[in-house]
C-alpha cells in the first residue's frame, strides 16, 4: 500500500486549508504545524516524513495552487498564500456537500458547508483518510463543467 500518497493527500489538504483560513493575507506555512514535530534523522536532517511534508507543499507551489517567498530553512514556506485556482478550487461547491438535515440552515451556511473546504476539513477531523484522499483528487481535477474554475 501507498501510504506516502495518503501523507501526500492530508499534507496537502492541511497546508491549503491553512491558507484559506488566512486567506487573503499571505502567512508562514510551516510543517510543523501540519504534521506535527518530528525528530531530525542521527545527521540531523529532516525526518522523511517531514520531507514528504515540505515536499508536498512545494509541489503545491510548482502547481499553481499557493505562492510563497522563501522558504524557510526545511521548517516553513514564508509569506504563502493561496493563488486564484487554489482559492477558487476549495470555494467551489461539491456534489452531496449539503446534507438532508442542512435544509433549514440560511442559504450562506448551506453555501459554506458545501465547499470543498469545508468536507476537507471534515474529512481531516474525522481522520478519515479514505474521504480525504478522495476530496484531494476532486482537488486536483478542474471543474467537471469544463468552463474551468468557477464558485
Known amino acids: ?26 502567512t508562514a506555512l510551516y510543517v510543523e504545524d501540519l504534521i506535527g514535530r518530528e525528530e531530525p534523522d542521527e545527521f540531523g536532517l529532516p525526518s522523511k516524513r517531514h520531507q514528504g511534508c515540505l515536499g508536498a507543499l ?11 517567498e522563501s ?15 487554489g482559492f477558487l478550487r476549495l470555494s467551489r461547491a461539491i456534489p452531496h456537500g ?24 471534515e474529512a481531516l477531523a474525522s481522520r478519515n483518510s479514505e474521504k480525504v484522499a478522495r476530496l484531494a483528487r476532486l ?5 467537471s463543467s469544463g468552463a474551468g474554475d468557477t464558485v
Not at 61 to 66: I, N, R, V
Not at 98 to 121: F, I, M, Y
Not at 139 to 143: I, V
Open 71 to 85: 522558504t524557510i530553512a526545511y521548517e516553513a514556506l514564508d509569506q504563502a498564500v493561496l493563488t486564484e485556482k
Open 1 to 26: 500500500m501507498d501510504l506516502h500518497i495518503d501523507d501526500f493527500y492530508k499534507d496537502c489538504a492541511a497546508g491549503l486549508l491553512l491558507l484559506y483560513q488566512a486567506f487573503p493575507r499571505k
Open 58 to 68: 512545494l509541489w503545491l507551489a510548482d502547481e499553481g495552487y499557493l505562492r510563497y
Open 98 to 121: 449539503v446534507h438532508e438535515g442542512d435544509a433549514e440552515l440560511p442559504p450562506s451556511v448551506r453555501r459554506a458547508k458545501a465547499t470543498l473546504a469545508n468536507q476537507l476539513r
Open 139 to 143: 482537488l486536483f481535477e478542474p471543474a
